[in-house]
């Protein structure tokens, strides 16, 4: 987080990590799911801001000097809209990597909300944001779908009955019928 900060990204303030204790700057403001189920933000400009904040991260080379900062968990309930802007929360996952693979999980996340595999408020409604999303962003989120698939299976946050959906997910980044 204090990598990306340095180079600009909104992220809130490090003051302090140690061992596993990590202190930071309190934002203030909703999360942009709650912000979209308010009614606050329409369809487009979440995707707009999503693409935007995968955009700028993915313009930032990693620290190790291969690929760019990935986040690897960029989804709107990790999204803080502040009035210093749109600012990403929750990089546990973050490191270097390749955008595309970044690109497709967040894809993947959102398609997993829109079939009704992740039970959350916005619903259906993720998959307006994910082809919306799709539509706005450069580069190739399908190329490494079936690796972010594998990587997804393998967090501990996926019950049973998630990673049985994630082919039909997938198929819904994809824009296919379920298997
Ligand atoms: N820096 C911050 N300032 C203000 N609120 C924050 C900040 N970081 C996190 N939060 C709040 O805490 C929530 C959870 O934070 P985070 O996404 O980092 O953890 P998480 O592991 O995803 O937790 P959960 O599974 O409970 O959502 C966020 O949705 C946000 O409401
Ligand atoms: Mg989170």
Same mark, same amino acid.
């Given at each position: 987080m204090t990598y990306a900060a340095s180079l600009g990204y909104p992220v809130p303030r490090i003051y302090r990590a140690d061992g596993?204790?990590?202190?930071?700057? *309190?934002?203030?403001g909703q999360t942009m799911a709650?912000?979209?189920? =308010? #009614?606050?933000?329409?369809? %487009?400009?979440?995707?707009?801001?999503?693409?935007?904040?995968?955009?700028r991260l993915h313009a930032l080379p990693g620290r190790g000097g291969t690929g760019s900062i990935v986040h690897l968990d960029l989804h709107p309930d990790n999204i803080l809209l502040t009035d *210093?802007?749109?600012?990403?929360?929750?990089?546990?996952?973050?490191? =270097? #990597?390749?955008?595309?693979? %970044?690109?497709a999980l967040t894809a993947l996340i959102l398609a997993q909300v829109a079939i009704?595999?992740?039970?959350?408020?916005?619903?259906?409604d993720a998959g307006i944001l994910l082809d919306r999303l799709l539509e706005l962003m450069p580069g190739d989120p399908i190329a490494r779908l079936d690796e972010v698939v594998a990587f997804r299976a393998g967090q501990w946050t996926m019950s049973p009955e998630e990673l049985a959906d994630?082919?039909?997910?997938?198929?819904?980044?994809?824009?296919?019928?379920?298997?």
């Open positions: 596993p204790d990590l202190v930071m700057e *309190r934002l203030v709650a912000a979209y189920l =308010d #009614g606050k933000l329409a369809p %487009d400009e979440a995707a707009s801001i999503m693409a935007d904040l995968l955009r *210093r802007g749109p600012m990403v929360i929750d990089w546990r996952n973050a490191g =270097d #990597g390749d955008p595309d693979f %970044d690109t009704g595999s992740i039970a959350h408020e916005v619903g259906a994630l082919p039909a997910a997938a198929a819904r980044v994809r824009g296919l019928p379920p298997p």
